[in-house]
């Protein structure tokens, strides 16, 4: 269903006569997600180990200024921060209900970038870094994170590093990207399993950091533009 949402918007901005003056490209991506998620002085941290997961990535991205060697882009999408627990072998808590955890944490991302690259031939190879606001989103993330009682409306802020490279047909471009989202601040802050305990809790903290690699297809409308005037020209 998400896919198509993206799929449906994009359609609807391309038809759009005006849109191609303020944006000079639009396309969308796909790909997964791997997580490094960190957890410190928590109930779960002392009873489990955590593994990395995969999830999955999905975006619409936008060109604003498309110049030979750099540009300024912006990436609008969804993707799941996962992770898996198994027992640890010495568990603190020996009344543990909950043997492993397939956490999924959903976030909506924005992501506006610089993009620095070199043009060869057909090839495009470049590096990009964005600054980064992320909302948690409860109705993207799974079951399991329910159990944790995670506040809603939290915001995440980090920033985007990445590389890839685009292969240019005319004015489509097909692009494989990586990128590293590093989160500033915590997903939680503090442990809700210990509300109404002796326990201090301020010091529970959960924090996560994803790598995405993903593919994606561009139109680019300044391209297409270019052969209106040359035929016009001719």
Wanted: proline fraction near 3%; charge should be neutral.
């Amino acid at each position: 269903m998400k896919p198509k949402i993206i799929l449906i918007s994009l359609l609807l901005l391309s038809c759009s006569n005006s849109y191609s003056q303020i944006v000079k490209s639009i396309g969308i991506k796909s790909g997964i997600t791997l997580s490094n998620q960190s957890w410190e002085d928590t109930h779960l941290s002392n009873d489990h180990v955590f593994n990395a997961s995969t999830g999955f990535y999905e975006a619409i991205t936008f060109d604003f200024i498309d110049k030979e060697y750099w540009q300024i882009s912006a990436d609008l999408g969804i993707y799941q921060s996962a992770s898996k627990s198994e027992m640890s072998p010495f568990p603190s808590y020996t009344f543990e209900n909950n043997p492993t955890f397939d956490f999924r944490f959903g976030f909506i991302t924005l992501s506006p970038a610089i993009k620095l690259k070199i043009p060869i031939k057909s090839f495009t190879p470049y590096i990009l870094f964005a600054p980064r606001l992320d909302y948690y989103y409860s109705k993207i993330s799974n079951m399991d994170v329910t159990y944790l009682n995670f506040e809603v409306n939290k915001l995440i802020y980090g920033f985007t590093i990445g590389e890839g490279v685009a292969y240019n047909i005319k004015n489509i471009s097909i692009f494989a990207e990586y990128q590293f989202l590093y989160s500033f601040n915590n997903l939680m802050d503090k442990s809700f399993f210990y509300q109404n305990s002796y326990r201090d809790s301020s010091n529970d903290r959960v924090k996560t950091n994803t790598h995405v690699i993903s593919l994606g297809i561009k139109y680019h409308f300044k391209k297409a533009e270019k052969q209106s005037d040359n035929q016009v020209i001719k």
